[in-house]
């Protein structure tokens, strides 16, 4: 089993709030990612990291940032979050040779 | 890149073997074929990947046809709690971009 772990696991928030879900994993992992999932739906890569101070955007736009100041801390962050944020968040990173473990996800809501 | 077309969903006897085919005929010589799978409302969990020979790991088996524009993944005596829905991927090593989970196959396993 990896060990990766997000929180938290079930977010309810309002309109405009400014939130950071977090992501750690402690396997020493170089690289690490997050995408995006609505229920029934594929994943969608948003973010993703090749190490500390390296951060890209993925094929989904979004408008959450995120940082990479520790090998083993990817979080990321909503300004303002609307309702068009609500979706679950997947935290992964990658053991080689290439492959990714999943942490158990963010399920936000915004109202 | 290339894209995979698998059944929406399959069913299978608890304790027979689940055979999960998986089309990508326009796989490239550099792409790997990864299954993942995902069980309802947790991050996706690896399974096992290949390039072009046959593989087996303690979870599952993974075959590649000799042209590589499909393959099968078996769990050899499913349980009810292989029920989740499996994705086939393809994806150039190392490639952080170019992950893209498709809709998957729900596998149901019954009593």
């Known amino acids: 089993e990896a060990d990766i772990y997000q929180t938290p696991r079930y977010l309810v928030i309002g309109t405009g709030k400014k939130i950071t879900l977090e992501c750690s994993q402690t396997?020493?992992?170089?690289?690490m990612y997050w995408y995006q999932q609505d229920p029934g739906m594929e994943l969608h890569l948003i973010h993703y990291?090749?190490?500390?101070?390296?951060?890209e955007k993925g094929d989904l736009s979004s408008e959450s940032t995120v940082s990479r100041i520790r090998t083993e801390h990817f979080p990321l962050t909503l300004e303002s979050a609307r309702p068009s944020h609500t979706s679950q968040y997947l935290c992964?990173?990658?053991?080689?040779?290439?492959?990714?473990?999943f942490g158990p996800g963010t399920r936000l809501t915004v109202l | 890149d290339a894209k995979t077309t698998q059944p929406p969903s399959m069913d299978c006897a608890e304790g027979r073997a689940a055979n999960l085919p998986c089309n990508h005929s326009?796989?490239?010589?550099?792409?790997?074929v990864y299954w993942y799978r995902q069980i309802h409302s947790q991050g996706p969990q690896y399974i096992i990947h290949?390039?072009?020979n046959n593989e087996t790991n303690e979870m599952a088996s993974l075959i590649i046809t000799e042209d590589r524009k499909s393959s099968t993944l078996i769990l050899p005596h499913a349980t009810l709690r292989d029920t989740a829905v499996y994705y086939c991927?393809?994806?150039?090593?190392?490639?952080?971009?170019?992950?893209?989970f498709g809709s998957g196959t729900k596998l149901n396993v019954k009593p």
């Open positions: 396997m020493g992992h170089d690289k």
């Open positions: 990291s090749y190490g500390v101070n390296s951060t």
């Open positions: 326009t796989i490239s010589g550099n792409e790997y």
């Open positions: 290949g390039l072009k």
């Open positions: 991927i393809v994806r150039v090593l190392y490639n952080f971009n170019k992950f893209y």
């Open positions: 992964a990173s990658d053991r080689e040779p290439d492959t990714q473990y």
